[in-house]
């Protein structure tokens, strides 16, 4: 069998991480999209171009070779693909992994058909808290009663640190596929969930406890990200991109406590996992990767999409949940909520993340504690939920986290 991956996603990550991985490795990558102009370009070409981005260092470019593309709404030209595939992977968002779910149970299906118990691993590029977990149960309801899946699907979840910008109009338009990324180029994944052996990929960082570093990344460096993009747009609404607010000594040192809050919570979920001084040394480096000018790397991208940011399974309410079920302080997380709540940063066309209208125009109007308990989903009858309401709601009390330059405040809901 020829060593062939099949990518569901064409999008940044896609392109600029799993399958360029794959690729330099030897594997044919086979990506499944619904965007028509991807899989037309992917086919004509079959590679593509990544331009690596640093500060002060020119760009180098990776060609990634020996990619195809099929369309996502061809449910069993995929399931071909997936019944020879040597892996499978997945790079599409959280809000559409529901669509891939029968295209994946069918590949399965017919895989077992074709070369009987030969099981499957399916990297989970998604950076989501439990989506082996998700994921198993959607494929039971749809698979076949006979289906092993424990002994046929190994559910790989990763952490994905890989920082990549959107891309501009003009620079689609010039060419559709090539991708800018940073230089970061580690995939960290679940080295127990493998059926198969793990493959020998340069990039590839296998970890026994997988838990503690997707929370790692999702409550530190996607945290801090947000953080960044939250207080920038709240100090001065004219900043643009992410490392203009870390340009400004007082807002770095915020974030930067911001972050460490959430590294004391992690230590104490994880100690042997997650030391913190290593904790501490990781969001220096961060830090220093969000202030990459070259990646050109926007607030409004950092920022965008509230509902699903604010969510108490995200990033900054995760964050503060786990703060105060081990007993460690969150009140500058609580303050990168508020500022959160502000966010109303704009693309370059001057429009909206569509959600984030919607949030705009029906939630803030109906107050923080409204956001808390129907965008937050934080319930105040549970105790601890109930003890980061109060903490955000405290935080507000005191107008704390309002950092502005005094030349333009975001405008009132």
């Not at 940044?12 to 991985?21: D, K, M, P, T, V």
């Not at 500060?55 to 593309?69: A, F, M, Y």
């Not at 989970?124 to 899946?149: G, T």
């Not at 809050?261 to 994880?270: D, E, F, H, P, V």
Request: glycine residues 6%; contains cysteine; negative net charge.
């Amino acid at each position: 069998m020829k060593k062939k991956l099949v990518l569901f996603g064409a999008g940044n990550i896609g392109r600029s991480f799993i399958g360029q991985l794959f690729s330099r490795a030897g594997y044919e990558v086979v990506f499944i999209d619904v965007n028509d102009q991807l899989i037309q370009a992917l086919n004509t070409h079959h590679q593509y171009r990544v331009i690596i981005k640093r500060n002060d260092v020119p760009d180098e470019t990776l060609w990634v070779k020996n990619v195809r593309g099929v369309h996502g709404k061809n449910q069993e030209a995929v399931a071909e693909e997936l019944a020879d595939a040597s892996f499978a992977a997945t790079a599409v968002g959280k809000n559409a992994l529901p669509y891939l779910i029968p295209s994946l149970s069918k590949g399965l299906v017919r895989r077992r058909q074709k070369l009987g118990a030969v099981a499957l691993d399916i990297i989970m590029a998604e950076n989501v808290r439990h989506i082996a977990d998700y994921v198993r149960q959607e494929l039971i309801q749809i698979l076949p009663p006979d289906y092993q899946i424990d002994e046929l699907v190994g559910l790989i979840e990763t952490s994905i640190g890989k920082m990549v910008p959107i891309m501009k109009a003009e620079d689609v338009q010039q060419d559709p596929l090539w991708i800018f990324a940073e230089e970061y180029n580690q995939l960290i994944l679940d080295k127990q969930a493998f059926k198969n052996p793990i493959p020998d990929i340069p990039g590839l960082a296998p970890k026994e406890n997988m838990a503690a570093f997707v929370d790692r990344k999702l409550f530190i460096h996607n945290l801090g990200h947000a953080a960044t993009a939250y207080f920038g747009y709240q100090y001065n609404p004219d900043f643009v991109y992410i490392y203009e607010p870390l340009a400004v000594p007082e807002l770095l040192q915020k974030v930067r406590d911001c972050m460490l809050q959430s590294a004391a919570a992690l230590n104490a979920t994880y100690p042997q996992d997650l030391p913190l001084p290593e904790l501490r040394e990781h969001t220096e480096d961060l830090l220093q990767r969000f202030q990459n000018k070259a990646l050109g790397d926007t607030i409004f991208r950092v920022g965008r999409d509230l509902p699903r940011k604010l969510d108490k399974e995200d990033r900054l309410i995760g964050a503060m949940l786990l703060a105060k079920q081990t007993g460690n302080p969150c009140d500058l997380i609580a303050q990168a909520v508020l500022a959160a709540c502000q966010f109303h940063a704009r693309d370059e066309q001057g429009q909206l993340f569509p959600a984030d209208q919607t949030f705009l125009e029906q939630d803030s109007p109906a107050g923080l504690e409204h956001i808390l308990t129907t965008v937050c989903h934080l319930s105040p009858t549970s105790e601890l939920e109930k003890e980061v309401i109060d903490e955000v709601l405290r935080q507000s009390s005191d107008g704390m986290g309002i950092v502005t330059t005094g030349r333009k405040k975001p405008d009132k809901y």
